[in-house]
């Protein structure tokens, strides 16, 4: 069975998809059953980097939308319109929808979804929130027992890189922006992400999954990261906290408080330690306690990841019954080998002589095992403890050489020996 | 429509699962149309702390999986027999089976799923591995676009709570492992999870899932954690590492690399500030990089949680067209609250006079904002900065004490105000 489908777009996460689908062996097998049959660009004589039939690209994008072989309908351009408009339509021709486009869910979910009631098709849209992470679908379809309280995250790449940097360089809002938009981390009209714009189109949606209720994104709080000074930065780290821009959403009694603020987070927080463009959401309710999903938020892989997850699962459910997402997919039995490489800790009891670390020293050498630290410590008496942690090494020549240690006069204990990770 | 389930087993699991599903509301709409047919427990007579009639509980199980009114198996009882047995049975009686049974499926998963196969039905695990945490679906239904390489996790918490004491407290591992068992953290007889046994069960359910290949539990190399001394602890801590019972399998060239060991983990590595009971789950591929998850990975309601969560994704299945996980469900508007209470840090520049700090102390108290933290810093000339933290109070009470303040002839400038999670 091949399944159809139309792209609109192919920006870093149209060609991110275009990648995974054109290359599907060690993926999952459902990858071979989708057929691309157009992808609509603003250039289509534009030289593109995969390797697809030309005739693939149009710049008629309405002609996608209505395709009567097309099933599914990618939609990987953003903006508004003719975004909204076009997804409309395709909905209108009963399609399903799949689409990374946060700001127009945002605005016009309700427009979209009860369309997609009526006509019986789904909209997907894992990679609208928390590029990689699988955030949107754990909510629908893992976290059902619950009832849910709270949803507490970094949703914004851009702000958290800007932050993350400011706190460990200790510059300044301005010249980190900056040194951000030439790297590429963030745009050159960085204002959607900077004041908070982004993280409010994503919390609102994930709230509404999450409470099942709509959100209207004129009601959510804003405040963005502009006015975070480094003195701010300075003091919270003094008194133990970071600065991070948290999205938040929580259910209290008399409804749904929400909204995105630089918040100063207790350093043993688990959201304290996420860094740079990872995201990271921590979702509350009764009875689970808390759950927290990191990973990166943003770049072509994972956002296409994302994509390509949301298209496996319409896929999945249009090649029923008997869903291939949930049954057994596999009958044979791995390889399985022996590790071969790891970095090594040991501890030697020996005896407090001169020369001790030389002669471990050279046998690790003879089985070329090559170390990274050794040290002495806890003398007492006539003995000493001797730390030695390797490089990576082959396991066969690291415990080759602890049989020849093992048979020195001067040792009188493997005290202990781990793996380092 | 209502869909009839069977339990086998009512213990701690067990309970967990009739307490959601008894008291539904607030949870997802699906859990409505379940109904607790028979629950096959040891005492029939036994009191029990939920609200079923007592004509549901029966010691005689087999009634239960050939009992053609049901259509779901909820597999809670735990141990290798008679639970395989009866989940055969109920396979072969072509029902669906939801099951918490690591042990089972880590040893006897080829005949299980082979046997689904052939009768084409569902046997969900989510249970079995990581507590409340999604694992296993976001494994089968959302990384699927990805060639996965790797799985690095902390799914035991006996072994995490005890290493992470053995850290904090410098105890030793017998005298904690002791404690632990009269805490409920460790059983009586805590060689399944202390030799590492219960992680080898879980890793190879996992590797299995992610890598689409069965996995010989007798070539997954184990080592427990009984030889970890309060020596290593300590001088792993001296070297930038924390100790941690890690689960991993990676894919290499010639196969699967699969294991459990103690090791040291470097403490800026996000499986280092993972503690407790808590477990964590890190799961690497192309094109996403890392994703990692991370949560309670054990106790009553965490995964009754996941069982729960497979229970509504097979009804979901069931009374398909329209996946209720993947329509939009909701069609009203939240009611959207302004936040009410927070903890704010604020940061005034004031003339340095004796008096400022108790003027606005006097101030933030005629409003009732109580503060946890008053201090001044950066004094230069005549000018200082005073830094207040509160304590959690009404964010109106805060905003009208900051407007006095702003009225007050020492001051100068209102520098930073943030919230503090």
Same mark, same amino acid.
């Given at each position: 069975?091949?399944?159809?489908?139309?792209?609109?777009?192919?920006?870093?996460?149209?060609?991110?998809?275009?990648?995974?689908?054109?290359?599907?062996?060690?993926?999952?097998?459902?990858?071979?059953?989708?057929?691309?049959?157009?992808?609509?660009?603003?250039?289509?004589?534009?030289?593109?980097?995969?390797?697809?039939?030309?005739?693939?690209?149009?710049?008629?994008?309405?002609?996608?939308?209505?395709?009567?072989?097309?099933?599914?309908?990618?939609?990987?351009?953003?903006?508004?319109?003719?975004?909204?408009?076009?997804?409309?339509? !395709?909905?209108?021709?009963?399609?399903? +929808?799949?689409?990374?486009?946060? =700001?127009? *869910?945002?605005?016009? $979910?309700? #427009? &979209?979804?009860?369309?997609?009631?009526?006509?019986?098709?789904?909209?997907?849209?894992?990679?609208?929130?928390?590029?990689?992470?699988?955030?949107?679908?754990?909510?629908?379809?893992?976290?059902?027992?619950?009832?849910?309280?709270?949803?507490?995250?970094?949703?914004?790449?851009?702000?958290?890189?800007?932050?993350?940097?400011?706190?460990?360089?200790?510059?300044?809002?301005?010249?980190?922006?900056?040194?951000?938009?030439?790297?590429?981390?963030?745009?050159?009209?960085?204002?959607?992400?900077?004041?908070?714009?982004?993280?409010?189109?994503?919390?609102?949606?994930?709230?509404?999954?999450?409470?099942?209720?709509?959100?209207?994104?004129?009601?959510?709080?804003?405040?963005?990261?502009?006015?975070?000074?480094?003195?701010?930065?300075?003091? !919270?780290?003094?008194?133990?906290?970071? +600065?991070?821009?948290?999205?938040? =959403?929580? *259910?209290?009694?008399? $409804?749904? #408080? &929400?909204?995105?603020?630089?918040?100063?987070?207790?350093?043993?927080?688990?959201?304290?330690?996420?860094?740079?463009?990872?995201?990271?959401?921590?979702?509350?309710?009764?009875?689970?306690?808390?759950?927290?999903?990191?990973?990166?938020?943003?770049?072509?892989?994972?956002?296409?990841?994302?994509?390509?997850?949301?298209?496996?699962?319409?896929?999945?459910?249009?090649?029923?019954?008997?869903?291939?997402?949930?049954?057994?997919?596999?009958?044979?039995?791995?390889?399985?080998?022996?590790?071969?490489?790891?970095?090594?800790?040991?501890?030697?009891?020996?005896?407090?002589?001169?020369?001790?670390?030389?002669?471990?020293?050279?046998?690790?050498?003879?089985?070329?095992?090559?170390?990274?630290?050794?040290?002495?410590?806890?003398?007492?008496?006539?003995?000493?403890?001797?730390?030695? +942690?390797?490089?990576?090494?082959?396991?066969?020549?690291?415990?080759?050489?602890?049989?020849?240690?093992?048979?020195?006069?001067?040792?009188?204990?493997?005290?202990?020996?781990?793996?380092?990770?």
């Amino acid at each position: 069975m091949s399944i159809k489908i139309g792209l609109l777009g192919m920006g870093t996460v149209g060609t991110g998809v275009v990648q995974i689908l054109t290359d599907p062996s060690g993926r999952h097998p459902l990858l071979q059953e989708i057929e691309i049959v157009r992808i609509g660009v603003r250039d289509a004589t534009k030289p593109r980097s995969v390797g697809l039939d030309p005739q693939t690209f149009t710049t008629d994008l309405a002609s996608i939308v209505n395709d009567p072989s097309i099933q599914i309908i990618v939609e990987v351009m953003g903006g508004l319109e003719p975004a909204r408009e076009l997804i409309l339509q !395709a909905i209108g021709n009963n399609k399903h +929808i799949v689409t990374a486009n946060k =700001a127009l *869910l945002a605005r016009h $979910g309700e #427009e &979209i979804f009860e369309l997609a009631k009526r006509h019986q098709v789904y909209v997907m849209l894992e990679a609208s929130v928390g590029g990689g992470i699988p955030i949107v679908n754990v909510l629908k379809q893992f976290l059902g027992a619950n009832r849910l309280t709270g949803i507490l995250g970094i949703i914004n790449g851009t702000t958290n890189y800007i932050l993350s940097r400011m706190h460990q360089e200790g510059g300044n809002f301005s010249e980190i922006l900056a040194d951000a938009q030439r790297l590429g981390y963030a745009e050159a009209d960085p204002t959607a992400d900077i004041d908070g714009f982004d993280a409010c189109d994503k919390i609102a949606i994930l709230a509404s999954i999450a409470f099942s209720e709509r959100i209207p994104l004129s009601e959510v709080s804003r405040e963005g990261i502009r006015h975070v000074s480094t003195t701010e930065i300075a003091t !919270a780290s003094r008194l133990g906290y970071v +600065i991070k821009l948290i999205a938040r =959403a929580q *259910l209290v009694s008399q $409804g749904i #408080e &929400i909204g995105v603020y630089p918040m100063l987070i207790p350093v043993e927080h688990p959201l304290a330690a996420i860094g740079g463009v990872t995201n990271a959401i921590a979702i509350s309710g009764e009875p689970i306690g808390e759950v927290v999903f990191a990973g990166p938020g943003a770049g072509q892989g994972a956002t296409a990841s994302a994509v390509v997850a949301d298209l496996i699962n319409v896929c999945a459910l249009l090649s029923s019954p008997g869903h291939p997402l949930l049954t057994c997919s596999h009958s044979g039995y791995a390889q399985v080998v022996a590790p071969r490489e790891n970095k090594f800790y040991a501890r030697f009891t020996t005896l407090d002589q001169p020369g001790v670390i030389g002669e471990l020293g050279t046998i690790f050498g003879r089985y070329s095992v090559s170390l990274e630290t050794v040290f002495q410590q806890n003398r007492s008496g006539d003995i000493a403890q001797v730390i030695v +942690i390797t490089h990576r090494v082959r396991e066969i020549d690291f415990w080759q050489s602890v049989a020849k240690i093992k048979e020195l006069p001067t040792l009188q204990e493997v005290g202990a020996i781990l793996r380092v990770l």
